[in-house]
């Protein structure tokens, strides 16, 4: 599976964003698609993530009610509406698909800047 992201950009607190993550290659049933993000100086974090097959989301608290994870299946897309963005937002964020028998992938990040 290979993955591309975008739709990164800068945004005033309190706007919204939608990123977009492209996957190409094999199918992704049961893969598991999760976003993460870096902020600088940070450890890499969970921040929402959807079972390809069936639609389960989880989220990271610090997103839970702001943040909206989904997959389009035709389009192999999966996307992460962010709302009510906050400076703390701020980070590079990547998508991973991995599977349960360990196959895995990562997309490249795409920068969101919010700005206070």
């Known amino acids: 599976v290979q993955l591309q992201a975008s739709g990164g950009g800068l945004v005033q607190a309190g706007g919204s964003l939608r990123l977009s993550c492209a996957a190409s290659g094999r199918t992704l049933s049961n893969y598991m698609i999760t976003w993460f993000r870096q902020a600088p100086g940070k450890e890499r974090e969970f921040v929402a993530a959807i079972r390809w097959s069936g639609g389960g989301t989880f989220y990271a608290d610090s997103v839970k009610g702001r943040f909206t994870i989904s997959r389009d299946n035709s389009r192999k897309m999966v996307y992460l509406q962010m709302k009510r963005l906050q400076p703390e937002d701020t980070a590079v964020y990547y998508c991973?698909?991995?599977?349960?028998?360990?196959?895995?992938?990562w997309g490249q990040g795409t920068q969101i800047t919010v700005s206070s």
């Open positions: 991973n698909a991995k599977h349960p028998r360990g196959y895995e992938s």
